[in-house]
């Protein structure tokens, strides 16, 4: 079975940089499938934040992009999320996901994508001095 | 980027009613429109891809339907385990949305 767990502060100050690890379980991340990150906001919605496949190649949101990287290390099974500059309107809970689907194209230039088939419990980061 | 708009963001029903939810694209999409459940202090559980497959284990009386800019959940007896909140989700050229939820609460 696939777990996913984020771990990281729970609590970054105004200007810092928030950092969020996902450690995968049950399955190699370097067997396939593109991998992600959701937030979400108090008593609200759902917002993508980016993307990275094994390789490395990542897609962002163009809302985040200046702000956030995503990597991979496969020899540990996890992948991570750094957003720099945050302010309170960053307090969220995280979520990683597994976004679910095939490669139509040889380097996945072309991804079929299912859904986000699998999640993690969601960690709660404030912004906050 | 692809804006989805629910409809509508919440309803009161009751249980063995029939409901429908409605996600619109602010453009035409391709089949890989997806819908999740979410209950309160837990992450959100697939139910739906491609439009209208069901994820394994999801019950029957959940469906999708749609194409182009306008999907629907149908939920065709509510069930106690139903109240909940519902989303649509996008996804386009590695750019997900999400739609604000609709929120299905018991009258």
């Known amino acids: 079975q696939v777990q996913l767990q984020e771990s990281g502060p729970g609590l970054v100050k105004p200007s810092e940089t928030l950092s969020l690890t996902c450690n995968v379980s049950g399955y190699s991340i370097s067997s396939g499938y593109y991998w992600g990150w959701i937030r979400q906001f108090p008593g609200k919605g759902l917002e993508w934040i980016g993307n990275?496949?094994?390789?490395?190649?990542?897609h962002y949101s163009p809302s985040l992009k200046s702000r956030v990287t995503i990597s991979v290390d496969t020899s540990k099974n996890q992948f991570s999320l750094r957003l720099t500059s945050v302010t309170a309107a960053d307090t969220a809970v995280f979520y990683c996901v597994r976004l679910n689907g095939f490669c139509s194209s040889g380097n996945c230039y072309y991804y079929h994508f299912y859904g986000l088939d699998v999640w993690g419990q969601g960690t709660t980061v404030t912004v906050s001095s | 980027a692809i804006q989805l708009t629910q409809s509508p963001s919440s309803l009161s029903a009751s249980v063995g009613d029939r409901v429908t939810i409605t996600c619109r694209a602010s453009?035409?999409?391709?089949?890989?429109l997806a819908w999740y459940q979410q209950k309160p202090g837990k992450p959100p559980k697939f139910l739906i891809y491609d439009v209208s497959n069901l994820e394994s284990g999801v019950p029957s009386r959940f469906s999708g339907s749609g194409s182009g800019t306008d999907f629907t959940l149908t939920i065709s007896s509510l069930q106690p385990e139903d109240f909940a909140t519902y989303y649509c989700q996008q996804f386009n050229n590695f750019q997900l949305t999400f739609g604000g939820g609709t929120k299905v609460e018991i009258k």
């Open positions: 453009q035409g999409i391709s089949s890989a």
């Open positions: 990275i496949y094994h390789s490395g190649r990542t």
